[in-house]
RNA sequence: GCCGAUGUAGUUCAGUGGUAGAACAUUCCCUUGGUAAGGGAAAGGCCGUGGGUUCAAUUCUCACCAUCGGCUCCA
């Protein structure tokens, strides 16, 4: 498949030079579902173009051409891509003195394939052209954008065809359509980009997720924080924030001539904490946990949804201990992180650890220390993961749990990471067995996330159908007329604890049941006149339909179950 | 931030160089209904914001704002 996706990559190069002669090439892969190819041509290219493209490779496959690999020398290769910046640019940057390069009609790439034999493999009823997108030439923002064209690709017309399905049905479970019609959440433009506004529903599952992690944490020994959504400068200045972070940093707001910023972070807050008293041996290791809301800058582009977004509630934590107890609290967070994914019922999810960056603080010795144990307690788990090379954060390795939506992006919920810096830049310490001072280790971590990203892909992840634990609205009555509202409202009455409501508009039964499913509320209990003199409610399962009429006790004992 | 696309009623979308329509939602009237839309009427829009071209701009054009698809960056 992947030789197939490639070569499709190829084809669609080919037809692309055909059509604009003058144009340059970057690179050209296969990835999940498909291929692309960066691209730079004088005139832009638009929607109109990429059908006329579409059909220039179908055109093409006619051909049957082969695909015909050369290995050749770098001096030769100059030559052969003499016109070619982007390929002479790679071709710099590949070791050794021999290539390779593949030649396919017209069109000659460097490329180390592999490929199919001929177009004969290659299906043209198979493929589609996606989209087109901008992408910067290696990935590098420095560097001048391409034009990436999207192509899906597969052995088989049905193939494409089931895919095209799937993508529109996720479609239909995007958290940004699905958060609306609900009433979860809403953005304005005047309240501003990136910043949500929680809607009655919303504010109802933040508390019940909220809930859900306080019992657990409490249970666990932790104790609760809440601190203040500002701070002065100067707290960021000394944890190295400012420094590292600026361009996230919400610009300072003058107050008294003395400079404010909106937190972007909990950290600084919790150290103050723990610094606010002498501690001892004995209370480590200590958590700290805080629904801190932080405010950090975007880039307008990188805005999505809830779970990308300006203004966000952290499930944070802080643990300080000592080296002895860090492999114990690190093994003990990857399992609760894991079991909360589990209690949300998400199954697809990668784990990744993050090794050290170009920029660091702390010690190379210390870093190698707690890269290791991070692996350890992976490895312990019995657990797959990826490592993210450099992708730690300046003060410390990482490890990163990602969650996938819909659509197969990931977004990064859990993360547990280790800090070898504030504890140093605060000059934190507690005092030892023998009465000295002793520098803790810390730990940041969050175990959602964030309550808006989490949010986000538990709507999609459940299409917006929550089990009935979660469920904003988790039982509606429905009169079969306005003479059974009252009857409607004793049984609501009897429901207590559950969120309950009363349909008393005056519609007719089959409206109300079509809202009530849209609502995707998990049971509609229908009353009228058979259930009003039995005594009973008629319940209609999400998903299920019609279970038949019961009395209270049984309705009770289904959803207590 | 960058590349590209989009912006019309609460929502989903038609449409036009001479200031606008549909469906659903809303309000009212009739209907008192049995497992996914009963019927009728009304109301609702500075056509994202600000410049420019034009006798005339929602339509063409520029800038900005917002959204979407990517890239880069991140919870």
């Not at 730079?40 to 695909?67: A, W």
């Not at 604890?497 to 609502?519: F, L, Y």
Request: charged share 35%.
């Amino acid at each position: 498949m992947q030789k197939i996706r490639h070569s499709f990559a190829h084809i669609l190069a080919l037809s692309v030079k055909e059509l604009y002669p003058d144009a340059w090439f970057g690179t050209g892969p296969d990835i999940e579902n498909g291929f692309y190819y960066d691209i730079k041509t004088r005139t832009p290219i638009n929607n109109e173009d990429l059908k006329r493209i579409e059909k220039k490779m179908k055109e093409v496959l006619k051909r049957n051409l082969v695909f015909k690999k050369k290995t050749t020398t770098k001096a030769e290769a100059k030559k052969i891509f003499k016109d070619q910046p982007f390929k002479l640019e790679i071709l710099k940057e590949l070791e050794g003195d021999k290539v390779s390069v593949y030649e396919t009609g017209d069109f000659i790439d460097l490329c180390k394939g592999p490929h199919v034999e001929s177009t004969k493999e290659l299906n043209s009823n198979a493929f589609k052209l996606e989209k087109i997108a901008g992408a910067y030439f290696q990935g590098d923002e420095k560097n001048p954008m391409l034009t990436r064209i999207y192509g899906l690709a597969f052995k088989t017309e049905k193939e494409l065809n089931d895919y095209l399905k799937l993508k529109e049905e996720a479609e239909k479970r995007d958290h940004r359509v699905l958060g609306e019609k609900l009433g979860i959440f809403m953005f304005d433009d005047e309240v501003g980009s990136g910043l949500p506004l929680w809607l009655p529903k919303g504010a109802i599952l933040r508390k019940l997720i909220k809930d859900y992690l306080y019992q657990e944490l409490i249970e666990d020994g932790y104790g609760f924080v809440e601190t203040p959504h500002i701070g002065k400068l100067s707290l960021w200045q000394t944890s190295g924030h400012w420094e590292n972070y600026r361009e996230n940093i919400y610009s300072p707001i003058d107050i008294e001539g003395e400079k404010f910023v909106l937190k972007p972070m909990n950290c600084p807050f919790h150290v103050k904490i723990f610094k606010s008293q002498p501690r001892s041996y004995r209370e480590l290791p200590l958590k700290m946990a805080e629904f801190g809301t932080v405010y950090r800058f975007e880039r307008s582009g990188t805005l999505h949804g809830l779970t990308r977004v300006r203004g966000f509630t952290q499930d944070d934590a802080h643990i300080w201990c000592r080296e002895n107890q860090l492999k114990k609290e690190l093994t003990k967070l990857l399992k609760q992180g894991l079991k909360i994914l589990k209690k949300f019922g998400f199954k697809e999810y990668n784990i990744y650890l993050s090794t050290r960056p170009e920029k660091y603080a702390g010690t190379e010795q210390g870093w190698k220390k707690a890269t290791t144990i991070l692996e350890q307690v992976l490895k312990e788990a019995k657990l797959d993961y990826n490592i993210d090379p450099g992708g730690g954060v300046f003060y410390g390795p990482k490890i990163d749990i990602k969650v996938k939506d819909t659509l197969g992006r990931e977004w990064q919920c859990t993360t547990i990471q280790v800090d070898f810096n504030l504890p140093d830049r605060f000059q934190m310490f507690f005092i030892n067995e023998k009465g000295e001072k002793e520098r803790p280790y810390m730990i940041h971590r969050a175990l959602y996330g964030s309550l808006e990203r989490f949010i986000g892909v538990l709507i999609e992840h459940y299409a917006g159908a929550f089990p009935f634990w979660l469920a904003p609205v988790q039982i509606k009555i429905l009169p079969v007329s306005d003479k059974f509202n009252k009857y409607a409202r004793e049984i609501k009455e009897e429901l207590g604890d559950c969120r309950v409501e009363v349909a008393e508009e005056k519609e007719t039964i089959s409206k109300k049941i079509r809202q009530g499913e849209m609502e995707k509320i998990p049971y509609l209990l229908i009353v009228g006149e058979k259930e009003k003199k039995a005594k009973t409610v008629s319940v209609r399962k999400r998903g299920k339909g019609d279970l038949g009429a019961m009395k209270m006790e049984k309705f009770k004992e289904i959803i207590n179950k």
